[in-house]
DNA sequence: TCGAATCTCTGACTATAGTCAGAAAATGGA
DNA sequence: TCCATTTTCTGACTATAGTCAGAGATTCGA
């Protein structure tokens, strides 16, 4: 890699973790501990699983059962089970809970105006535009693509946001008992191959394959969450079920789908996907693309 | 303060310390932890005294004697007396030490491309461009101005590098006994007033006024290092002698420059200085200037 | 309905990062 | 010379942030 975008990017990690990394943990941890307050943080005002919490803060649960303990003596939040199954806990925020996280909200306040202070109003407005756009890359670049069973709770999440997605935007709504189906079964190897995007815990967004033997690979359920538009997953699912494609022994790829779907359709046609006659009768499709798939190394 | 701009900036600090802070630190320390690893990189190749350690990484000094005496035993590093007094130690790398902050440097850029990997060339292009911009803006939000005495090793360095800048640019080089002295007790207070900017420990510019009564006061030895140059610290300083002189009842200030010093021009034009004739007879300057103040609250 | 898997918790342990008081050596100014 | 100050060091302490093994309750799938 190119070590003039390596020195800057460096260049930028001292000043961040001197100027903003260093401050943010003071201002965050008030008379409490670090953990505990990033995790009353966390558990925001709608509560959240503890088994959620363990994920996103990548605690050891050991650790976080003695942090949600101390919270709990300190009064700040309850912890109960859930009632769809009793083995998950949901940790709540209590009344002085609330009012504790909210002065953390306020010290986090302030630490960005601090930063902003010395600043006159063109150069506030340029850093602001700046930060927004090393934000939204670090969160792209913060997106994990893995494999996962069709059948794993995050897998599921999608398919369904997928399926009701097509649904609000179809003309005339979206019946998956009338599309061509995809048996979890044939989205499992080695029939198949089920890609899952996710960001920190939360899965954002999901794409298979159906394995054909020498025809092509068909790519089924591409869907990215409305909120992780713009940072570029589509194109990298894409581009990662192509590369599995081609491990599998696929010389091409295939593909159908509806002309509602229109940043879909820009998407297949940029990332060189051709439009060719209908491979088979499903009655959403409007287009058939197909991509001609090279197994290069990476 | 705008809350648009706030909230954005609280996105920033979040993505930037779980993305970038936590992993810096995961990166720093290797097999050692990361108060050593830290303390490793600052001694540096040159050499540090242990009271400059304490003062830059803010520790403890029995925590900072502690960390010194556990890399002295594995035979990372030497402490010894300084010279010139012998209360003062002085900690240098011993070539393994030096071979093991090398190993640092390496992770480093590990760090940096590990941040950049998952992006396209288009997207990495657009980070390090936002990341620049970061890291200007932060680094001109720590810049301080504050008054000092002339006298100060700090202002003589400015002072120092003002002259021997002028030498360098001026057609007929410079030399301060042709030119109209501003003597340092004419730059303290009541007579006069010296500001400097500084950036973590470093003078990086500096500028002074002679307050005249009734008259105009006049803005003397404005200088900004090449290094600081592009962080908007010369509107700065010149914004901050004007608050001066309006505090102490000027109701303009002037100043006289010479054409060699392009950039020093433009920036008084657009701070709203207008061209005057001559109201000394400096025989270095070129362009007289001159701007009505009005004590304006903050 | 049985056994495997999941989720949370407790107990026992370790490493890191500090804090504080006070002692010893060297320096600097009256 | 004497005394206050600076600098570093040691000993004794605490808090934070974990890790790991295993137990108990619950759920899920065959």
């Known amino acids: ?134 934000e939204r890359l670090l969160t792209a670049a913060m997106v994990e693509v893995a494999p996962i069973d069709p059948g794993h709770p995050d897998a599921q999440h999608c398919l369904h946001a997928y399926f009701s997605e097509l649904d609000r935007r179809f003309d005339a709504g979206f019946d998956p008992a009338l599309s061509i189906p995809a048996d979890l079964e044939e989205l499992r190897p080695p029939a198949g191959l089920f890609l899952v995007a996710s960001l920190r815990a939360d899965p954002i967004g999901c794409g298979g394959l159906k394995f054909r033997g020498k025809e092509p690979a068909e790519i089924k359920r591409m869907w990215v969450a409305e909120s992780a538009r713009g940072l570029g997953v589509g194109r990298r699912l894409l581009s990662e079920l192509e590369d599995c494609a081609a491990e599998y022994g696929a010389r091409a790829v295939r593909l159908e789908t509806n002309r509602a779907l229109a940043e879909a359709i820009s998407l297949y046609r940029s990332a060189g996907y051709i439009e060719v006659a209908p491979f088979n009768d499903e009655p959403y499709a409007h287009h058939w693309f197909e991509k001609q798939i090279t197994s290069a190394p990476t």
């Open 1 to 134: 890699m190119d070590q003039a975008l390596i020195s800057q990017v460096r260049g930028f990690n001292r000043i961040v973790t001197q100027r903003v990394g260093a401050l943010n943990d003071r201002f965050l941890a008030r008379d409490r501990s670090l953990g505990e307050a990033r995790l009353l943080w966390e558990i925001g005002a709608e509560g959240r699983d503890v088994r959620y919490l363990r994920a996103l803060l990548e605690l050891d649960s050991g650790y976080l059962s003695r942090l949600l303990r101390s919270l709990e003596a300190a009064g700040l939040v309850t912890v109960g089970p859930k009632q769809s199954d009793k083995r998950v806990r949901i940790a709540r925020l209590t009344p002085s809970g609330s009012a504790e996280r909210a002065v953390l909200d306020e010290r986090s306040d302030e630490l960005a105006a601090s930063l902003l202070a010395p600043l006159n109003a063109g150069q506030r407005a340029r850093l602001v535009a700046a930060m927004a756009e090393v």
